[in-house]
């Protein structure tokens, strides 16, 4: 199911979020420290993939046939592919700010920054359910400028600010290195201005971990990759996780193998609406399979 929603996602998605999280596997000798990576799909699902290295190669299989713009953040692992495919790399607003609060305690300058960026995120929240053009209408009117002041400032800072190595000089910098990929927002109003929900997945794992500690093989760790993609796609879509997959368990054997898209969480409200309710209450038994949905 998580290749056939893969897939999917592939040909309809605007544009995937992603990002990484570290998982320690265990070895003989001493656990690796691999990397579980998170593709944010908005409105179709969530996929999770192991990898015992978190390098451009790892990163690259991660986008390997997506042709749309990739919302990350700005780590240098995900530079290779864009250099290969020449597709859009759109950047995050969050992981900016972040630099900058990190960098108020020791320079109150920073604060500067940190207030414009909120006014970017309370000018998104205005925006939320416009159309995707309004949306991109409203960005270039209302979001260009504060863009524009807060590179100034940047660029005022850094030319006069005095910043030596400080965490401030740092921030800043990242916001001149990143400010093509932070502009993007600007031309696609279908892109959201921050990496956050791809961040909210990843956390499921970051916190998991604090209890299942390591993971015991590279095997487990790609079985449990497929089952929490349909785990986290199945919360996407407001759907009752052990419900859910004791009805996909129930279905599952009989269920032709060319169809298996449409027991997808994105799909599977409108498939269970067309299975027989007294068959799938049954534990065992025939399961009549409904005709393919035109």
């Known amino acids: 199911?998580?290749?056939?929603?893969?897939?999917?996602?592939?040909?309809?998605?605007?544009?995937?979020?992603?990002?990484?999280?570290?998982?320690?596997?265990q070895q003989r000798e001493e656990c690796l420290r691999g990397h579980v990576w998170v593709r944010y799909v908005e409105s179709t699902c969530v996929l999770i993939s192991f990898s015992r290295r978190h390098d451009s190669e790892a990163a690259g299989a991660q986008l390997?046939?997506?042709i749309c713009p990739t919302l990350a953040d700005g780590a240098q692992v995900y530079d290779r592919k864009q250099d290969e495919t020449g597709n859009a790399r759109c950047g995050c607003w969050s992981h900016a700010r972040r630099r900058l609060v990190f960098a108020a305690p020791?320079?109150?300058?920073?604060?500067?920054?940190?207030?414009?960026?909120?006014d970017l995120f309370a000018i998104e929240r205005t925006l939320l359910d416009c159309s995707t053009d309004h949306r991109l209408l409203e960005r270039r009117r209302r979001s260009a400028k504060v863009v524009a002041d807060l590179f100034a400032w940047r660029d005022d800072l850094l030319t006069r600010g005095n910043l030596?190595?400080?965490?401030?000089?740092?921030?800043?910098?990242?916001?001149?290195?990143?400010?093509?990929?932070?502009?993007?927002?600007?031309?696609?109003?279908?892109?959201?201005?921050?990496?956050?929900?791809?961040e909210l997945q990843a956390r499921h794992l970051a916190v998991g971990r604090k209890n299942w500690l390591f993971l015991g093989s590279e095997a487990a760790a790609n079985a449990g990759s497929v089952w929490l993609s349909l785990i986290l796609s199945a919360r996407m879509h407001d759907l009752g996780v052990e419900d859910y997959l004791r009805?996909?368990?129930?279905v599952l054997p009989?269920?032709?193998?060319?169809?298996?898209?449409?027991?997808?969480?994105?799909?599977?409200?409108?498939?269970i609406e067309r299975l027989d309710p007294l068959q799938m209450c049954r534990e065992l038994g025939p399961i009549t399979i409904p005709p393919l949905d035109s």
């Open 164 to 198: 030596g190595r400080s965490l401030l000089a740092k921030a800043l910098r990242y916001l001149r290195n990143q400010a093509e990929r932070l502009n993007y927002f600007l031309s696609d109003g279908r892109v959201p201005i921050h990496n956050n929900l791809a």
């Open 1 to 25: 199911r998580d290749r056939a929603m893969e897939a999917y996602a592939n040909q309809m998605a605007p544009y995937p979020a992603i990002d990484a999280t570290g998982a320690l596997l």
């Open 106 to 118: 020791t320079d109150a300058r920073a604060l500067v920054g940190v207030k414009l960026i909120n």
């Open 254 to 271: 009989a269920w032709p193998k060319r169809r298996l898209l449409e027991l997808a969480p994105h799909n599977w409200k409108r498939t």
């Open 64 to 66: 390997d046939g997506w």
């Open 247 to 250: 009805d996909l368990f129930r």
